[in-house]
């Protein structure tokens, strides 16, 4: 498909664990988002990539919340140690280039339970 | 400190009326404001945006108003239609000094139910 993919779509992860998780942009995305939304709230920004640089980390809550996007495309956000307060909808968005504020075209997320 | 506002959080209409959701925002350095629809189990989806120096910009049935003095946007939908209904989020974009990109703040969304 042409649209951002998310995988997996839900996760359940028991509290100490760490877990991984995808997004495959559109291809030629530039710009890359990731944000965490909780439920009743909208997304929060957590972290973007230009290409392969991670540009703005500094909506990671904590020192446990690592991403990467090592080749410019896929990208990985990587929780370790998850807690309750984690429990969220994780959704990447990318958009084609990153100057002017262009339409982010958003995945479908991923819903991560930590019980 | 919520920085965009979504006072509603939800909103009943009858078909083929207006449907009308409001934002307010109070960061004034908001230079850009997106709509984005998103139905359950997926993604939000582009819908409507305006720039800070205009006051409205129409697509189809879907209309924003941006009303700079008051803070204050909203997305007009005429008519409704069952389909229309979603859950709809007003996001303000700025670009601050320290980071490499548009920031967004989302609000925190109205579900609009359009009644048949």
């Known amino acids: 498909g042409a649209g951002v993919s998310q995988s997996p779509r839900y996760k359940v992860a028991k509290r100490g664990q760490d877990v991984a998780l995808r997004c495959d942009p559109i291809?030629?995305?530039?710009?890359l988002f990731w944000y965490q939304q909780a439920l009743g709230q909208g997304p929060e920004f957590l972290t973007y990539?230009?290409?392969?640089?991670?540009?703005?980390k500094s909506g990671l809550p904590s020192d446990r919340f690592f991403a990467e996007r090592p080749e410019g495309s896929v990208s990985t956000l990587k929780i370790q140690r998850t807690q309750q307060e984690d429990s969220a909808v994780y959704l990447c968005?990318?958009?084609?280039?990153?100057?002017?504020?262009?339409?982010?075209?958003f995945g479908p997320g991923t819903r991560l339970t930590v019980t | 400190d919520q920085q965009v506002k979504q006072n509603s959080p939800s909103l009943s209409v009858q078909e083929g009326r207006i449907s009308i959701l409001n934002c307010d925002y109070t960061?004034?350095?908001?230079?850009?404001f997106l709509w984005y629809k998103k139905y359950p189990a997926e993604g939000p989806t582009f819908l409507i945006s305006?720039?800070?120096?205009?006051d409205k910009n129409e697509d189809g049935r879907f209309t924003v108003f941006l009303n700079k003095s008051a803070k204050h946007l909203s997305l007009h939908i005429v008519p409704s239609q069952p389909g229309d209904s979603a859950v709809y989020f007003c996001?303000?974009?700025?670009?601050?000094?320290?980071?490499?990109?548009?920031?967004?703040?989302f609000g925190t969304g109205t579900r609009l139910k359009v009644l048949a």
């Open positions: 996001a303000a974009s700025f670009h601050p000094l320290t980071s490499g990109t548009y920031k967004y703040i």
């Open positions: 305006i720039s800070s120096i205009k």
């Open positions: 968005a990318s958009s084609v280039a990153s100057g002017r504020a262009f339409e982010q075209y």
């Open positions: 291809s030629g995305h530039v710009s």
């Open positions: 960061n004034s350095m908001f230079d850009y």
């Open positions: 990539f230009q290409n392969e640089a991670q540009l703005d």
